[in-house]
């Protein structure tokens, strides 16, 4: 894997965000999607004999792409697929600690989406509070947003594609034979306490053709370091990796359209 210089390895004295500027890999107005495993790098705060601040972990990370930035981190829950209704102001997060604690702060905002939701904040928050797309993954939903916007993808403490939902977006422009639309309707409560009863979609799974992603899509994100797509830096013993959302649908589309999905999915081709 590309990456993974001996002083990102030995790094253990700076914090995690200072660390992350020195890499060069954002810049002030940047779009920055960020998946994480906080877990990981709390045990390498541990391991030097500090505490990891979530607070601060944010703080930093605004500082870094400034107010003319934007950040996004999922706060993802599933539960309207099987019924349960969806309560913007109470539906737990199901997609890490550092997507919880943002959520809890005054800075940031949930979108509405009771299935595919971002904590947000910075330039593009309004905009992003303001989608209401019922799709979760196609056109007009805010995974094309963040190709328009020509977003990063921060992974931190994980496989860089592991997490990295906008591979679904991808399928669904593209259209792949093991997926297709599903409708889900339920009870919704918004920001303001209205309650309804609304209808979403979402590209899921055919079971008939039982697809299941290769090791956190491990062949694609080989495949995208090799060619310098997507960096990888470590803080400590806790990886970290960056990559443009731009190169992330191109090569998805790729392995779409010529590779039959091989590098990501195995699948019952013959079905």
């Known amino acids: 894997m590309a990456g993974g210089s001996a002083a990102g390895r030995n790094e253990k004295k700076m914090e995690y965000t200072d660390w992350l500027q020195e890499q060069n890999w954002l810049k002030k107005g940047d779009c920055v999607y960020v998946i994480s495993d906080m877990l990981e790098l709390a045990k390498s705060y541990k391991a030097r004999g500090s505490r990891l601040c979530p607070d601060e972990l944010t703080e930093g990370l605004q500082r ?3 107010e003319e930035g934007t950040l996004l981190f999922p706060t993802f829950n599933w539960d309207f697929c099987k019924g349960t209704g969806f ?35 910075g330039h593009h928050r309004e905009e992003l509070l303001e989608n209401d797309s019922a799709d979760s993954f196609g056109p007009g939903t805010i995974f094309e947003l963040l190709l328009q916007w020509d977003a990063r993808l921060l992974a931190v403490g994980l496989p860089a594609l592991k997490g990295a939902s906008y591979i679904h977006h991808v399928e669904q422009m593209v259209g792949v034979p093991y997926r297709y639309n599903k409708s889900f309707t339920g009870e919704y409560r918004d920001a303001l306490g209205r309650c309804g009863t609304r209808t979403y979609r979402m590209y899921v799974r055919d079971l008939d053709l039982d697809p299941r992603h290769i090791d956190g899509f491990r062949p694609l994100e080989e495949k995208m370091s090799e060619e310098g797509l997507i960096r990888t830096e470590y803080y400590g013993e806790i990886p970290s990796h960056m990559l443009r959302i731009a190169d992330l649908d191109r090569e998805v589309r790729k392995d779409i359209l010529e590779n039959d999905s091989r590098n990501m999915y195995d699948y019952k081709r013959d079905h």
């Open 64 to 66: 870094i792409v400034g």
């Open 87 to 121: 309560d913007y102001s109470r539906t737990p997060v199901r997609t890490g600690a550092w997507s919880k604690s943002v959520l809890q702060r005054k800075d940031f905002a949930r979108t509405a989406h009771p299935l595919y939701s971002f904590a947000v904040w």
